[in-house]
């Protein structure tokens, strides 16, 4: 089998449950999983596939020739079958050079006649529906005979991050009574989704006073000055973790060690759901359909405005006012429930 996965960090997340249970349903198969080279350290560490393929980088004509040495790779390989999770053209197109037999995916963007099995995509009135992912992957799942496989998100970590973590943390002396918080300040999709630096160190501040909190800020590549920014404006003492950055396995061990998760609607959010770790969210111009799960352990703050949610990278009016009306109120008060539910 040849399993075709999702390209941003959280909706690999959220395939997870689909993962889980096509592993199930296909139990004596050789799984090959086909990811983005950056998801690698998502993925290494479970036992859901056999294999893992990269896609190739780059672009212009020398891609072109990567992309057509990967589809001989894998049609050496003879699949009897591929699922697409992405909606990708490329996708289907890989899945047919690939010469696999049977290929299940969603109907849409002009690849259904690289599919021999199509799926329908859900609408209403011609428009795509939102509706949380877990389930549209589930669709996938059920197409196949699995068991529905439902919405309990699930990662793992391996033994060489959990030391780097272990030893990274020693190096910072934080306490191990203390409650960790991670701030997740950063979201790859776009400005749009990301709540005002000042706040999240106002935040953080009024967590460390209150409940002693040990705060430590978390960035991927290009985030730095985000987090930096955090941590010049706090008054208490708080850690930015860039030195060198954290590999996502390191990411994963780290957050598994949380009292709390503090982040924007980003990836980071369903890697706390996955370990179990409870996770305020704070949500600005997407719409919350499509990542809900029944996590009890999360708290979504947002503000109702009359132009979102408008699914848009950047605020078209340039006043980020689904972003700007969410308080330092709302969110500490979110995170302050959640700690004090919490035995830490």
Known sequence: ?????????????????????????????????????????????????????????GSGKSSVGRLLALAGRLRSRQFD??????????????????????????DRDGRGWLLTD???????????????????????ASALGCDRPGDTLELFTDDGCEGSVSRRLKSLRIDDDQPLVILSPGASYGASKLWLPDRFAEVADRLIAARGAAVLVTCGPGEQAIAHGIVDSMRERAHVLDDPLLSLGEFKALIRRGALLVCNDA????????????????????????????????????VAVDCGPCQKKICPFD????????SVDMVYDRCDELLASRVV
């Not at 529906?129 to 669709?139: D, F, K, M, N, T």
């Not at 006043?319 to 969410?326: A, D, I, L």
């Open 118 to 140: 199509r799926l329908a995509v859900p609408r209403m009135a011609g428009q795509i529906e939102p509706h949380p992912i877990c389930e549209y992957y589930g669709h996938i």
């Open 1 to 57: 089998m040849l399993v075709i996965l999702p390209t941003w960090v959280g909706d690999f997340v959220m395939a997870t449950p689909t993962l889980r249970a096509i592993r199930r349903r296909f139990s004596a198969a050789k799984i090959t999983f086909l990811s983005v080279p950056n998801l690698r350290g998502l993925i290494e560490s479970g036992p859901w596939m056999d294999e893992v393929v990269t896609w190739p980088g």
């Open 267 to 302: 990836g980071p959010r369903h890697i706390a759901k996955a370990f179990g770790i409870p996770v305020v969210t704070i949500f600005g111009p997407t719409h919350q359909e499509w990542t809900d799960t029944d996590y009890a352990l999360e708290r979504k703050v947002a």
């Open 319 to 326: 006043h980020h006012k689904c972003m700007t009306g969410v």
């Open 81 to 106: 079958l591929a699922v697409l999770l992405p909606n990708s053209f490329r996708a289907a197109l890989m899945a047919r050079l690939a010469g696999a037999r049977r290929r299940v995916g969603y």
